[in-house]
């Protein structure tokens, strides 16, 4: 009897998995199951597992490679002709040395190739490119022809052109030609690898073959190479099934392939169109944390998914979710607030642990020579030198440079020198160049593991003990430098078969490249699965994927087609070219146009909506994050369209939720403790009153505050909660950068007190005495910006500028007062009763004249910041409270930012020079209404943030005072 083609097409997985059980059962011989994926092996053979028919049923679960070792072991190929897979990292290799082979010859016959051909990530493009090819069995005499050549000729080649299909047609061929001279094999040459097999050994292959049964379940098409398998698998006798997934789209899919030779075509006949509920929510982030709300309520027996689905919660281990890799953060926060149990199927790359990520900052510090943060954050990182690290003290001193961090550390933290030289001989490694054995080897030293154990997840083995959340961070971490040390073994041993390849020393940003190859395409152990846990995929899952209920996040027409662009080496016009050239004689030879690759997109989306064996949610955002709208998928109004839709959507319009309603309504459910609907008690955790009583002193909110400072009144005006904070309770905002504005406040305080005392005792200029006694003033006050190395000295120059700018400002206004001057006070304290509070002040200048004074004072900010303050006000309040014959004059505000002042004056008459007059008793009438408004709110103890406030952007408390929590969010800067 010959042998049989059958094909059958399903919807659903789940309804699929008899057809396969019977398959196996129905194999007269023995049955070879093929599959796309290690996850599909793990999916079917669970679910072949529970059939009670197939115990002790001999079958064979694998993907292509595994079918050509367990062909070699049938036909008894000898290991001399056996060729070795090559992974990512060395498919990476061979393509970086071809292309630099290819550039060198050019170089040497002054031939320019093309720019984008030397940039950073191009490697991985052609690799892309070269593995299309292979998987589709292009050859090398194909790409000769498009390019109008009649033979090879390599000597040749650069000097006929640099267009980049030529070049392809070189590297192809360079590429091919090093894989079979040194017996290799990519990943996408597999199935034609099995192929020469069987024809090199053509009666050993029937004798096998003849009476087998192979089952491919999945495949909703097949390449060029594949499908030239199945035909000589069916040749030989083998009986063919194959399981496709049904599109319900007329593209050219398997059974289009295989029509010639199919014997019995067959459709499952199942009951249901996927279920579909449609979810259109907030932006990006709100998407993800309405599903999960939305989740916990179904749980409850409540909300929007449990009157749309009409059927019962089906447990948090019948759920899987997808959703983007940048995007599972986020997913992450939402599932573990609202304590949903998730279990990431994917596992975790290299390149997201702690390993990666700190490999790569020891490259960019020392690329751009040590500078201060940069490495005093990495040195303080939780898998260094956290515990014994001085970070304020870095911060402080500023040590800049390889010597100035190895003079720093010598003296501040002797036991920190060893992570510093860790990082140096990697990155001198990198620097200088390696052959990728001891590129791994230098990651491995940056690690710490030269020693017994890993220096890293020791470091983080010891702070889990007050962090418990690092706990997932250690297990990565020390996974993965398991993982590195497993391929750093490996690679020694293949170096010689990679052949030449790997043993050319990668340099700088080659080597990074290469590392990062590895860690990319390395993945982590998944972990034992917790039972009752959503399954999160953050890629395509597996084909056979199923669930009862599926999540598709991010359905958008940005995602869904996406951008799709036609490929820079080989345009849509070339590949027409050669499918349509009847002198390449190519058969069913295929390069997908971009049309097609939209159809592929469009079959995978399809496929996606079918993991739901009951219900599918797909969700998109309403918006993105800049504010602008997302349109629904055309793949989904695809599905969803005319009068017997290939999906049905369980409702009859989407299930939206914009921004506006991110708190819930006041009719809706709320799911305590986590949330509150608008018009709810604000609730006040039981540890925060702990929290009170222990770090926080009752009295600093019940007690009555009888004494405030008089330069704090426009803080508080500004924000009566950041004036509490910051005054009263002594929480200190953290410093934005290296520059200390409260310190560089005291220097210049203290640098015009002292100049002012000499300018009335000598006759030098102001700006001569401020140059002069310049670095002893900042000396005493701010060191740090007297070094000409060190990162701060910039703001020393600075400020110098605008000192001395400020000087012939100064010269200016004192030609007008020096004839009528009496005295010139500095730091004259002041003081004022207001509805009993005591309001103390300290001016920073008062001049003395024959009727009344001007009091000054510097700030460092421009003079614009200052147009509505009133704190002078408030000084002439009280200096007339004490001194009633000598009435205030003027007020001025002396402003470094920009070299103006602000003025205001008592006589209509009297003039700033090129600046509008202010009138100071309507200042002073709202100074007095303002400090009986403070003294008011500092007896009660009441300060309650102002979220209008101009400061609300760059304010080091926006996380005590819950802005952020509010419907109206942050400013219109953080959106």
């Known amino acids: 009897m010959s042998a049989q083609v059958k094909l059958i097409r399903y919807k659903f997985f789940h309804n699929a998995a008899g057809v396969v059980a019977k398959a196996v059962k129905d194999a007269q011989k023995g049955c070879y199951v093929l599959v796309p994926s290690s996850g599909d092996v793990r999916i079917l053979e669970k679910a072949l597992s529970s059939d009670p028919s197939l115990m002790g049923k001999k079958r064979m ?39 630099k082979n290819l550039i060198r010859e050019a170089e040497s016959i002054n031939v320019n190739v093309p720019p984008s051909f030397k940039q950073r990530g191009f490697v991985e493009l052609l690799g892309k490119t070269l593995r299309e090819l292979l998987r589709e069995e292009v050859l090398p005499e194909h790409l000769w022809r498009l390019n109008d050549c009649e033979r090879c000729e390599k000597g040749k080649c650069l000097s006929l052109g640099t267009e980049s299909k030529r070049l392809l047609c070189r590297l192809y061929h360079d590429y091919v030609q090093y894989l079979e001279e040194s017996s290799l094999m990519d990943s996408a040459q597999t199935a034609t690898a099995v192929r020469h097999l069987l024809e090199d050994a053509p009666l050993s292959a029937q004798r096998w073959l003849w009476g087998q049964t192979f089952v491919f379940v999945g495949f909703l098409s097949f390449t060029h190479g594949q499908l030239l398998l199945v ?17 319900g789209l007329d593209i050219h899919d398997a059974q289009e392939q295989l029509r010639t030779i ?128 001085p970070l304020e003290k870095a911060l402080e001193k500023a040590p800049k440079g390889l010597e100035g961090w190895r003079s720093f550390l010598s003296s501040n933290a002797p036991s920190c020198l060893k992570h510093l030289d860790r990082i140096v001989s990697f990155t001198q490694k990198i620097e200088g160049g390696g052959t990728p054995s001891e590129l791994y080897e230098a990651l491995l030293n940056l690690a710490g593991k030269a020693e017994r154990t890993s220096q890293w997840g020791k470091a983080l083995s010891w702070e889990i003990q007050d962090l418990t959340e690092l706990d997932e961070d250690a297990r990565q971490t020390n996974q993965a430098i398991k993982e590195l040390e497993e ?167 989407p299930l939206t939720r914009g921004l506006k309603d991110v708190i819930p309504p006041d009719d809706d459910f709320r799911i305590k403790p986590l949330e509150v609907r608008e018009k709810d008690t604000p609730l006040v955790p039981k540890r925060f009153n702990l929290l009170r009583k222990k770090d926080l002193p009752t009295a600093r909110f019940t007690e009555k505050i009888e004494k405030a400072h008089l330069s704090d009144l426009d803080v508080w005006n500004d924000c009566p909660f950041r004036y509490m904070a910051s005054r009263h309770l002594k929480i200190e905002e953290p410093v934005i950068g290296l520059f200390d504005t409260k310190r560089a406040g005291i220097f210049i305080h203290s640098l015009w007190e002292n100049a002012w005392k000499r300018k009335l005792t000598t006759s030098m200029p102001l700006e001569e005495i401020v140059e002069n006694i310049w ?30 700018r400020l000087c012939k400002l100064q010269e200016t206004l004192d030609e007008q007062l020096k004839l009528s001057r009496k005295n010139l006070l500095t730091e004259k304290e002041l003081s004022i009763n207001v509805e009993g509070c005591l309001f103390r002040g300290r001016c920073d200048r008062v001049d003395v004249v024959e009727d009344g004074v001007f009091i000054y004072d510097y700030k460092l900010g421009s003079s614009p910041n200052y147009s509505k303050a ?48 202010r009138s100071l008793s309507e200042q002073k009438e709202r100074a007095l209404e303002k400090l009986e408004e403070w003294a008011k709110t500092l007896k009660e103890g009441n300060f309650p943030p102002n979220y209008n406030s101009d400061t609300c952007k760059v304010c080091g408390y926006r996380g005590l005072c819950r802005r952020e929590e509010t419907p109206s969010g942050g400013t219109e800067e953080d959106e």
């Open 61 to 99: 679960i694998m993907r292509w490679e595994e079918l050509y070792r367990e062909a070699a072991s049938q036909l008894g190929t000898p290991k001399s002709k056996l060729r070795r897979q090559i992974d990512p990292p060395d498919h990476w290799l061979v393509v970086h040395f071809v292309l």
């Open 231 to 247: 035909r000589s698998l069916k040749d030989l006798g083998a009986n063919i099934v194959v399981l496709t997934p049904n599109t």
């Open 262 to 389: 199919t014997d019995e075509l067959a459709e499952l006949k199942e009951e249901d169109s996927p279920q579909i509920v449609e979810a259109v929510l907030g932006d990006y982030r709100l998407e993800l944390e309405l599903l999960a709300r939305y989740l916990v309520l179904w749980r409850k027996g409540y909300g929007p998914l449990h009157e749309l689905s009409h059927m019962p919660f089906p447990g948090w281990g019948r759920i899987g979710i997808m959703v983007e890799q940048q995007r599972l953060p986020t997913l992450k926060e939402a599932f573990d607030r609202y304590g949903i149990p998730y279990f990431l199927e994917n596992g975790p790359s290299v390149a997201s642990t702690l390993l990666w990520q700190g490999a790569r900052k020891a490259w960019e510090i020392a690329k751009n020579d040590f500078p201060t943060e940069e490495t005093a954050w990495l040195l303080a990182s939780s898998y260094m030198a956290a515990k014994d690290f």
């Open 487 to 653: 391929k750093a073994l490996q690679i020694k041993e293949a170096e010689p078969d990679i052949g030449p390849a790997g043993e050319e020393p990668l340099r700088k940003e080659d080597a990074m490249a290469f590392l990062a190859a590895w860690a990319e395409r390395s993945n982590l152990w998944r972990g034992v699965k917790i039972k009752g846990s959503i399954s999160v995929y953050t890629a395509t899952p597996p084909v056979l994927t199923y669930h009862d209920v599926w999540i598709l996040t991010g359905a958008d027409s940005s995602s869904w087609p996406g951008n799709l662009r036609q490929g820079p080496l080989l345009t849509d016009e070339e590949r027409e070219t050669l499918h349509d050239d009847p002198s390449l004689a190519l058969g069913a030879f295929h390069l997908p146009l971009l049309p097609e690759i939209r159809q592929q997109r469009h079959a995978l989306f399809r496929r996606l909506m079918c993991c739901g064996t009951k219900l599918s949610i797909v969700s998109r955002p309403l918006q993105d994050d800049a504010g602008r709208p997302l349109r629904r998928s055309p793949f989904l109004e695809k599905a969803l369209e005319g009068n017997t839709p290939w999906a049905k959507r369980i409702h009859d319009s």
């Open 775 to 804: 670095d002893q003033e900042l000396g005493k006050h701010y060191p740090a910006l007297l070094d000409p190395k060190g990162p701060l000295n910039r703001h020393n120059k600075r400020l110098k500028f605008q000192a001395k």
């Open 870 to 917: 009133l704190q002078l006000a408030s000084y002439a309040l009280a200096w007339e409270q004490e001194e009633p014959s000598m009435p205030v004059n003027g007020v001025i505000y002396l402003c470094m930012g920009d070299g103006g002042f602000v003025m205001a004056s008592r006589s209509e008459n009297e003039k700033a020079p090129g600046k509008k007059f």
